[in-house]
């Protein structure tokens, strides 16, 4: 037991929350009583963030690196989608339903492409979702194909709220899933699987060698992951009421992982640093140069990149080690 005291303290000691983990929910709170001509926006960016939170799952954790998640996101989004026009309109079922489904799409296609490693891995992910967007458009008379999925509607929220065009309920809707997702992705990382998937990153061959199923591991990883996708992409359905391939799209699986980088790969809250930032960055520097706006884009990202190891979150880290360092070459002086 007492060789297993240290390991286990150490668990207990990053299960606890600190006073900096409060901070992005103050923001929602903040946000939704003095800027509610933003939660439309706010909105969009909390569905990000979560899309954001299922990538870091498996590229940050699992180090299963994919440019084809948005083919889960996509899949969430057309089957909360399909399940309203065909006359099922209970957003919370509904948003189950686009999650399992999801999952269950994940499971099946990381039992493929979770055998392959490096350049084929990146290849299969994005196969997933070029073929799921050819799929989509194929079949135009069930999913709208280019013109999009339309007529989605669905019920009030518990019977009471109503999807309003101003996204007071969407907003709230949207956080409450964020934070219950937050919750259950914070106990799972912190928990034995969670440090699993960390040497899993570190050097599988090791874990494989202490007896550790690695392939099973990265399966339920990517597994969960494509599950929180699909959830994010059935709170963008049930948000906007409309549905387009461009949630399948490269594109989004590209600018999902930049998001991530940005803010942080391997860490919980680089979603919540990295998706408001770029979204942010990206809404006021397109309106101030409509045409060159991803010039700018890409430069911040390059300096990111550049000069800042771990994205923004790293940045903090240096500060936060450079503080402490002064303050004990104070306490000595």
Known sequence: MSIRAPAIDALLKRRKLTALEMLPWLLIVFVYFEMPTYLPFGNQIIVMIIFALSLDLVVGYAGVVTLGHAAFFGAGAYIAGLIAVAGWNEPISTLLLAGVGAAALGALTGAVILRATGLGLLMLGMVVGLILTQLANRFSWLTGGFDGLRGVNFDPLLG???FDIFG?????YSAV???????FARLLINAPFGQSLAGIRENADRMEAIGTPVWR??????TLSAGIAGLAGGLATESAGFVSLSVLSLELSGAILVMLVLGGVGRIYGAFVGVPLYMIAQDTISKGDPVYWNFWIGAILLLVVLFAKGGVLGIYDVVVRFSSRRAATWGRG
């Open 160 to 162: 009471k709220f109503d």
């Open 177 to 183: 899933v964020l934070l219950l997702i937050w919750i």
């Open 168 to 172: 007071r309920t969407a907003y709230c």
């Open 217 to 222: 591991r990265k399966l339920l990883a990517f």
